[in-house]
Every structure is written in C-alpha cells, then in structure tokens.
C-alpha cells in the first residue's frame, strides 16, 4: 500500500497569512494526488486534482505543486471560511490513501 | 445539478448486516465509477471500496479491512449503486460516503461527494 505523510497535523494561523501543508508518498504516484478541504459534519470538498489543476468554482488562493513524491498545497491569503482539515488523498492506485490530515486553527 | 444522496444508515447490532445506497442525479452514473468512503467519529478519511463504471466492465475492489464482508453493486436502470455490509465489527462504526470518479489525464480523482450517511454498530 502506499503511505502519504501528511503534515503538519494542525496548524494555528491568521486571517491573511500564507499556509502550505505538505504530503509525502511513499512511492512514486505521478501527480495523481488531490487535495480535500473537510469542514466539520460535511462531505470533503475537492480543492486540486492531479497535484497542480484547481478545482471548478475553488478559490484562486488554493494552489498546488509537486516535486518528485513530495505534494504541496499553499493557501496564500487566508480566510476565515478556510479554517477546516485540509487531506491529500492519492488516487494513482489501490488502496487509494489519504494523509492524516491538517487541521487549521484561527490563532 | 450534479449530487449524490447516500440512505440507508442507522444503528446496527454487531455481526448483522446493513445497506446503504448512493442516488445519483444530474449525470448518468453508468458512466462512471464510484467508490465508497468512511470516516470513523473524529477520525480521518479511509477508502472503503469501489465499482467501475460499464465500460470498464464493473469489476469491483475493496479495502483489505472489509473484504469478503462488504460487496458494492450498482444498478445504473434507477442510477443507484450499494453498499452490503454483513458481519459488521464495532469498528465499522462511521460516516460512509460514496464518490464519484473523475479522470484528467490518465490521474484519478472524486469530485462528487455526497453527504454521508451514518452507521453505528453497537449493541
């Protein structure tokens, strides 16, 4: 199975700070890795597919990268709606992973 | 518009069985493949299982924590796939979500989320 190493596991930050969060695999996956936004009660919200394509309707300030195995996602400007838990999710194959995820806190 | 609506969860005795179902609208899931989520009470996100769409011959894949317990069908006629959970464990206990498959590129990803639906194995 491959293992994605999210982090940090929580994160306090302001409104109008730059966040990134990091995941990991432990094998090469391509770029089929997506980020998830998870607010509480509520279904993930897909935020960037393929490591770098932003979703449909998602906020500009979301953006993704890769490197090799190591995956980012950078908030540039936070908003107080962006405080949620943030996954990466490896959709490359079977079992399909997720990190352990990031909760962002309002500091 | 686009959505999926999971039923069928609720509170369930250890060792019976329990199904849930996930109802498309707004596209024709026989296009697609789906697969089922769950997260446990304050836990993190797990993949449950998943069913290819017709095109890709409808086989089906599973988690190794459900295999041989849980069976995902679907039945594109009433655009409605399923979960069968038999011998359900306390550690079954969570919110279940079904997704849509989507592909850019030859990378997979799931779109469509719907809104989960919870089962709580206890006795």
């Known amino acids: 199975d491959i293992q994605m190493t999210q982090s940090p596991s929580s994160l306090s930050a302001s409104v109008g700070d730059r966040v990134t969060i990091t995941c990991r695999a432990s094998q090469s996956i391509s770029r089929s890795l997506n980020w998830y936004q998870q607010r509480p009660g509520k279904a993930p919200k897909l935020l960037i597919y393929a490591a770098s394509s932003l979703q449909s309707e998602v906020p500009s300030r979301f953006s993704g990268s890769a490197s090799g195995t190591d995956f980012t996602l950078v908030i540039s400007s936070l908003q107080p709606e962006d405080f949620a838990t943030y996954y990466c999710l490896q959709g490359y194959s079977t079992p399909y992973t997720f990190g352990q995820g990031t909760k962002l806190e309002i500091k | 518009e686009v959505q999926l609506v999971e039923s069928g969860g609720g509170l369930v005795q250890p060792g019976r069985s329990l199904r849930l179902a996930c109802t498309a609208s707004?596209?024709?899931?026989?296009?697609?493949?789906l697969s089922w989520f769950r997260q446990a009470p304050g836990k993190g996100l797990e993949w449950v299982g998943l069913?290819?769409?017709?095109?890709?011959?409808?086989?089906?894949e599973y988690a190794a924590s459900v295999k041989g317990r849980f069976t995902v069908s679907r039945d594109d006629s009433i655009s409605v796939a399923s979960l069968q959970m038999n011998s359900l464990k306390l550690e079954d206990t969570a919110v279940y979500y079904c997704?849509?498959?989507?592909?850019?590129?030859?990378?997979?990803?799931?779109?469509?989320w719907g809104q989960g639906a919870l089962v709580t194995v206890s006795s």
């Open positions: 997704a849509r498959h989507r592909l850019s590129a030859g990378m997979r990803f799931f779109d469509c």
């Open positions: 069913i290819r769409g017709k095109a890709y011959g409808g086989t089906t």
């Open positions: 707004g596209f024709t899931l026989g296009a697609y493949s």
